[in-house]
């Protein structure tokens, strides 16, 4: 375990903010009682935030040819078909993943294949859960051709609670099941697109983990 590069900095300051804070409380608010819960507060907040920012590392095993993996840990919300106007152009299925705050907020690239599109969205911060959130939120768009030739959408999708996308994808760039596309910070939800022929692995309700979890199984190429 590790943490993810996009949490070093917050942890070092957010360490010693606290670590200041309770050093005056210490001194100079006595007795005991308030230094020693606000030092219990502050294990529990660095405590939360260090794991916010937990990065496993993690090796897809099954197999990989026509296999589409879950992008991010977290609950499926959503599975149907809909109109994806970005890269797919066309009838897609939409899976989509809802991160809580307790998650792993790293995301993956949900199959091998090439980057051929990036593009960063403006947008509201409506609670990730709704569905308006995929079309609404602040959001970054990823398309990428599998290594079958079939297109997938990954997007990712900024909450009420996360105000900050990144997205390390770039166009012409080799796409990995076992490689990070992006992070997003502080609970949201990621949304993938695929061919109307892709066989959904699985349903509603059912909890994910990125990297790990096989989510669809795309038809084979057609010569």
């Given amino acids: 375990m590790k943490i993810h590069r996009e949490g070093t900095n917050i942890l070092i300051i957010l360490f010693a903010m606290l670590l200041m804070l309770n050093i005056i409380v210490w001194l100079f608010f006595p007795p005991w009682i308030i230094p020693g819960m606000l030092s219990g507060l502050s294990v529990v907040v660095y405590g939360f935030v260090f794991n916010f920012f937990r990065c496993p590392r993690r090796y897809y095993r099954g197999e990989r040819k026509n296999m589409v993996v879950s992008s991010v840990d977290g609950k499926v919300v959503v599975i149907e078909r809909t109109y994806e106007p970005e890269f797919i152009k066309g009838e897609a299925i939409q899976v989509s993943v809802f991160m809580s705050p307790l998650n792993v907020h790293a ?29 609404q939120n602040e959001r970054s768009t990823i398309g990428i051709v599998a290594e079958n030739g079939q297109r997938i959408t990954v997007r990712q999708v900024a909450g009420a609670m996360a105000r900050r996308i990144v997205t390390y994808a770039r166009r012409g760039q080799h ?49």
């Fill in 175 to 223: 796409a990995s099941i076992d490689e990070h596309l992006g992070f997003i910070k502080f609970g949201s939800r990621v949304d993938i697109y695929l061919p109307t022929d892709a066989e959904v692995l699985l349903e509603n309700g059912l909890v994910t983990r990125g990297g790990l979890t096989p989510l669809a199984r795309l038809a084979p190429a057609t010569k």
């Fill in 107 to 135: 995301n993956w690239f949900p199959v091998d294949g090439r980057v051929e599109y990036v593009k960063h969205h403006r947008g509201r911060f409506l609670s990730a859960y709704l569905p308006k959130a995929s079309t």
